[in-house]
């Protein structure tokens, strides 16, 4: 799957140039499931087919912000509606989504402590890097921090996946070898993860159900 995505990411730098792997990059900050680890990666292994050091600190750059360009889209988005919008959402979507407004106060008090270090820190997470940027609308942190913390993150992140993509271009085909059992681990952890996932929302659904139902018998009763 990993040799296959980076066949994919080259047959797009050929195609369309830098703004290939620019796109690929943006896209993938709106939590479309494109690694970001895997397009940093093949970002430097291209670099080393050209066998020029300055394609390699281009493809930092060039991935670097692209991630910004999408993360920043979706944080502006969430700054400027989601406080509006997210008690009408949690109530017909948060137990789908596993979440209730009473976990999203402790994560915005969280947020509040910890932003600055959560937002460069989530960087180096696969998913939560995505996720951060809805907390971080909506406690409104200011935009130039939100900037120079998801720049500084996704920077060093690109940095060293496209130093590795570099570094090991001539050991590639075993490095792909050695990494397709542990794909087949990882979808086998996937699958679980999501038969858990829907065992969980079960299980909130009829929870909230129950409560529901005590809440209107109480009221019959007080009638």
Known sequence: MLEQLSEIFIHM????????????????????????EVIAFTAGYYARSSDNLWMLAFMIIITTLGNYVGAAVFFAACR????????????RWGPFLLIS????????NLFAKHGKKMVFFSKFIPVVKNLIDFPAGLSKMPFAEYTIYTIA??????????FIGYFIYEAK????????????????????LGIVYILKVIFRIRQLSIERKSIEELGEATL
């Open 13 to 36: 730098v050929d195609q369309f140039g830098f703004i290939g792997i620019f796109i690929a990059s943006t896209a993938e900050s709106f939590f479309i499931p494109i690694p970001a």
């Open 80 to 91: 400027r509606g989601a406080r509006a919008f997210l008690p009408k959402f949690i109530d």
């Open 101 to 108: 407004h009473e976990e999203v106060e402790k994560a915005e």
């Open 153 to 162: 993150g996704s920077l060093i992140r690109n940095a060293i996946f496209c």
């Open 173 to 192: 085909d075993q490095i792909f070898t050695f990494m397709k059992p542990v794909e087949k681990l990882v979808l086998v952890a996937l699958v679980v």
